[in-house]
Nanobody
Framework: VQLQASGGGLVQAGGSLRLSCAASGRISSINDMRWYRQTPGNQRELVAGITRSGIKSYADSVKGRFTISRNIAKDLVYLQMNSLTPEDTAVYYC?????????WGQGTQVTVSS
C-alpha cells in the first residue's frame, strides 16, 4: 500500500486546512485509515481514525475542530482542520491498516502562525 498525503501549508491561527491522502496498491484490503502528527522531539500522536464502515475517532485535543472523512470509491481520506492553533503545528502523516500492518505515507507539514 502506498500513501500520498497533501494539503499542508502555512496558515494563521483560527484558519483552516484540508489534508488529503491518496491510497494505491492493495487498496481493497485497507481497513482503518488514520492521521497522525509529530513535532520535533516528540512521539507521533494519533489525531483521527476512520474504519472502513465509517466509524470515526479523534484525539481529545482535536475533537470539535477536526473532521476525518473517507471516500472508499476514490481511495482517499481527508482531514478537515478548523480553528487551527499554533499547537497544531506538526508534520501530519496518513496511515492505512492492512492485515494488522500499519502502512505509513510521507508526511505533510502544517504550520500555524500566531
Amino acid at each position: 500500500v502506498q500513501l500520498q498525503a497533501s494539503g499542508g501549508g502555512l496558515v494563521q491561527a483560527g484558519g483552516s486546512l484540508r489534508l488529503s491522502c491518496a491510497a494505491s496498491g492493495r487498496i481493497s484490503s485497507i481497513n482503518d485509515m488514520r492521521w497522525y502528527r509529530q513535532t520535533p522531539g516528540n512521539q507521533r500522536e494519533l489525531v483521527a481514525g476512520i474504519t472502513r464502515s465509517g466509524i470515526k475517532s479523534y484525539a481529545d485535543s482535536v475533537k470539535g475542530r477536526f473532521t476525518i472523512s473517507r471516500n472508499i470509491a476514490k481511495d482517499l481520506v481527508y482531514l478537515q482542520m478548523n480553528s487551527l492553533t499554533p499547537e497544531d503545528t506538526a508534520v501530519y502523516y496518513c496511515t492505512a491498516i492492512v492485515a494488522f500492518t500499519n502502512y505509513w505515507g510521507q508526511g505533510t507539514q502544517v504550520t500555524v502562525s500566531s
